[in-house]
């Protein structure tokens, strides 16, 4: 499959596709002529990057995973590690969304309750 064909499929421009081939995230088979072939794997791994990405794990690091994933099966342990800090990343980020909201929730009580006096006033 074309570039052209991936950006559609996966919502990627062509400028982000090349620059993630030029990081080494990305290593699309070329043929003859040069020009890049993907493959149903290489859409997977793309999703998968943007996942990585979302999730708010940094582009270095996607890297490094990307390096891992392309030497075999023996990173596993050390792409598990990758995986494991960003989840704890994600908990910590969590924790204190829910303590924010937790904050933003007493202060609408603080402000309903003085509304409900002033009416009964």
């Known amino acids: 499959m074309l570039i052209s064909e991936v950006s559609e499929k996966t919502g990627l421009p062509i400028s982000t596709l090349r620059y993630y081939e030029r ?7 070329k043929n003859a002529s040069g020009y890049r072939n993907y493959c149903d794997t ?4 793309i999703e998968f990057i943007q996942r990585l990405l979302e999730i708010g ?16 099966d023996t990173t596993i342990p050390d792409r598990l590690k990758l995986l494991h800090q960003q989840k704890t990343l994600l908990a910590q980020q969590q ?15 603080t402000y309903n309750t003085m509304l409900c006096e002033r009416i009964r006033k």
């Open 23 to 29: 990081r080494g995230i990305l290593q699309p088979q």
């Open 42 to 45: 290489d859409i997977a791994w």
């Open 57 to 72: 794990m940094p582009l270095n690091q996607v890297k490094e995973y990307s390096r891992l994933r392309q030497q075999g």
């Open 95 to 109: 924790t204190k969304i829910t303590s924010e909201i937790d904050f933003l929730d007493r202060k609408i009580n």
